[in-house]
Nanobody, 114 residues
Framework: QVQLVESGGGLVQPGGSLRLSCAAS????????MGWYRQAPGKQRELVAS???????VYADSVKGRFTISRDNAKNTVYLQMNSLKPEDTAVYYC????????WGQGTQVTVSS
């Protein structure tokens, strides 16, 4: 089994910053990709950012220049630094890790509001 534990969500004002963390543990052979999807009520789930074991990154157009994804392979942990947050970023953020299948974190709420 692989478990993913997310942390770092919360309430922040527009223009503020948050950093999400996601740590993988359990029976891990290798993790190819890690990242986050997000989903707001009434909206489709969307990929926010992903990173491969080699460090290649992909970002949604809506977060480019504001969010930065990184990973510590030794700790099997991925981070999402979110700067210049906007109300449109409000959503539940779900971490994922891909090994032989996709594993999901429990989700963490990010709310951007004044």
């Amino acid at each position: 089994q692989v478990q993913l534990v997310e942390s770092g969500g919360g309430l922040v004002q527009p223009g503020g910053s948050l950093r999400l963390s996601c740590a993988a543990s359990g029976s891990i052979f290798s993790i190819a990709d890690m990242g986050w999807y997000r989903q707001a009520p009434g909206k489709q789930r969307e990929l926010v950012a992903s990173i491969t074991s080699g460090g290649s990154t992909v970002y949604a157009d809506s977060v480019k220049g504001r969010f930065t994804i990184s990973r510590d392979n030794a700790k099997n942990t991925v981070y999402l630094q979110m700067n210049s947050l906007k109300p449109e970023d409000t959503a539940v953020y779900y971490c994922y890790a891909a090994t032989f299948r996709v594993h999901w974190g429990q989700g963490t709420q990010v709310t951007v509001s004044s």
